[in-house]
């Protein structure tokens, strides 16, 4: 009769422990060529490394399969090591919290079992808090995120949303508006010097979000933006990137004036004919009313 618990059962086995006398030298997955001191009293006896101290097992051969397979529960369980050593050996083979078959196993059946839904509830109700929230942030704050969690990560954001995400994501972003917790970003005279700078120099807008800690599209919009700006100096004769003023400033705009209006704002032909019009019957030239309509559009997106 098996009184043994199903959750300690090994899938994987059986592990063989090398056949070896105490003198003798085995490769270790972490440490290199060690000298064998003897074996363990465990339920899987293991050649362990000779020096004073706690017993350490030898890295090397069937255990290294068993790490790979089983859970750190079976593990601690059948080769008598602590949950530290099996968190050891598994960081140094790469392997996540689940990344093994009997972790997988124990998840499918026993975590339907290890909390009941209403404590389960009751811890994410607590968890969403105010003060739980900000307690979370603070811990992480200043700390780089690990590799495995942007890439992570990244993976997630990658895959197709259905639309009962996008929803509620929509719903997130809009709460966080209302509620301040999100805000336009804030560019200051430094940064948009600086911007420029790194913009002639020929990097992209990914590299120069890098450099100054802001994504991508916020460059992008910024540098539109800038550019905005500096065509409008330039309209209206102030001093523009180069440090001079356009030649002819302070004078009415030439013919092209009311073609560049219309290119700035996007106007179609006919609105912009309709819109010559009001400028006739209001009785101003069409170069001033292009300037009016530049200044205009310029103040309502800036």
Request: aromatic share 6%.
């Amino acid at each position: 009769m098996n009184l043994l618990p199903d959750r300690l059962r090994l899938i994987g086995g059986p592990y063989n422990p090398p056949k070896v006398r105490r003198g003798d030298w085995l490769h270790d997955e972490i440490r290199g060529q060690v000298e064998v001191g003897g074996y363990t009293s465990a339920l899987i006896p293991w050649p362990r490394v000779k020096k004073t101290g706690a017993a350490s097992l030898v890295f090397c051969g069937d255990l290294v399969r068993a790490v790979k397979t089983e859970s750190s529960l079976a593990i601690q369980h059948w080769f008598g090591v602590s949950e530290t050593v099996v968190w050891r050996w598994r960081k140094h083979l790469g392997i996540s919290q689940t990344g093994t078959e009997g972790t997988l196993r124990l998840y499918r059946e026993y975590l339907p079992n290890k909390l009941p839904e209403e404590i389960a509830a009751r811890g994410r109700q607590e968890a969403s808090k105010p003060e739980s929230v900000e307690k979370a942030r603070a811990a992480k704050r200043g700390r780089p995120m690990p590799s495995v969690t942007r890439e992570a990560l990244l993976a997630a954001s990658r895959k197709p949303k259905n639309e009962a995400w996008k929803e509620k994501h929509s719903e997130s972003m809009r709460r966080q508006w209302q509620e301040g917790e999100r805000k336009p970003p804030v560019w200051t005279s430094d940064q948009d010097a600086r911007l420029l700078d790194l913009h002639a120099q020929g990097l992209t807008a990914r590299e120069i979000g890098i450099r100054m800690g802001k994504t991508r599209d916020s460059i992008l919009a910024r540098l539109q933006i800038l550019n905005r700006r500096k065509r409008g100096d330039i309209m209206s004769g102030k001093k523009g990137a180069s440090g001079g003023v356009r030649p002819g400033a302070g004078r009415p705009l030439g013919p092209g004036g009311a073609k560049t209006a219309r290119l700035m704002i996007r106007l179609s032909p006919e609105d912009m004919a309709a819109l010559e019009t009001a400028a006739a019957a209001q009785g101003i030239t069409k170069a001033e009313f292009a300037r009016q309509l530049i200044e205009k559009y310029l103040q309502n997106t800036i």
